[in-house]
């Protein structure tokens, strides 16, 4: 049962402190999304990968967040230093893109509070 | 400036009626829709698309309508059942651009028994 895996599930911190989230593709997926989820925004994309390169990341706030992925099996986004306004659901998912279809399939988010 | 728009937040629907979710947009170049349907400390599921090049496409109780002269989808359920009350956000792509899909902010729908 192929699934897409994020760590931590929750996540609480004080503002100004680093925090890093993990997302574990489902294997052969070659493409990666992080997603904010807010009640005001609804589910925002911050910054998407192909076959591990960075393709766009205009949705992320470029002076504290930064994303990766240093291997296929491993994205990961950071944020620091962090903020109240930085809590929110973030979600991770993986696709083939356009190659059959746009479904992608999401993890069960990070949920982080930062006070 | 969002791209796609769900204009209701939530809807309530007696168990056994027909649920219509609507969803519009604003940029000509998607030409690939989705739904997906969100339960409570879950990530989104993939529920049912559409290609630009049909109007309609049906999976079991799930039909999406779309109308492309008014920019407008919508999300029929029939009939309505407990375990449809979650929430569901429509999402759009270009297929010639990018593979990034844009959400709307979803819509909350209540099943009444």
């Known amino acids: 049962d192929a699934r897409v895996t994020q760590t931590p599930r929750h996540k609480v911190t004080e503002m100004g402190q680093e925090v890093t989230m993990r997302c574990q593709p489902i294997?052969?997926?070659?493409?990666v999304f992080w997603y904010r989820q807010t009640m005001m925004q609804g589910l925002e994309l911050l910054a998407y990968?192909?076959?591990?390169?960075?393709?766009?990341d205009s949705g992320m706030p470029k002076d504290r967040f930064s994303a990766e992925m240093p291997d296929a099996t491993l994205a990961t986004l950071k944020i620091q230093p962090s903020e109240p306004r930085d809590s929110a659901v973030y979600f991770c998912?993986?696709?083939?893109?356009?190659?059959?279809?746009?479904?992608?399939?999401f993890g069960p988010g990070t949920r982080l509070t930062v006070t | 400036d969002q791209q796609v728009k769900q204009n209701s937040p939530s809807l309530s629907v007696q168990e056994g009626r027909i649920s219509i979710l609507n969803c519009d947009y604003t940029?000509?170049?998607?030409?690939?829709f989705l739904w997906y349907k969100k339960y409570p400390a879950e990530g989104p599921t993939f529920l049912i698309s559409?290609?630009?090049?049909?109007d309609k496409n049906e999976d079991g109780r799930f039909t999406v309508f779309l109308n492309k002269s008014a920019k407008h989808l919508s999300l029929h359920i029939v009939p309505s059942q407990p375990g449809d009350s979650a929430v569901y956000f429509c999402?759009?792509?270009?297929?010639?651009?990018?593979?990034?899909?844009?959400f709307g902010k979803g819509t909350r729908l209540h099943i009444l028994p």
């Open positions: 990968f192909r076959n591990r390169a960075p393709l766009d």
């Open positions: 999402a759009a792509s270009a297929f010639n651009r990018d593979d990034k899909i844009i």
């Open positions: 559409i290609s630009s090049i049909k």
């Open positions: 998912a993986s696709g083939l893109g356009q190659n059959p279809s746009y479904e992608q399939y």
């Open positions: 294997l052969g997926h070659n493409t």
């Open positions: 940029n000509s170049m998607f030409d690939y």
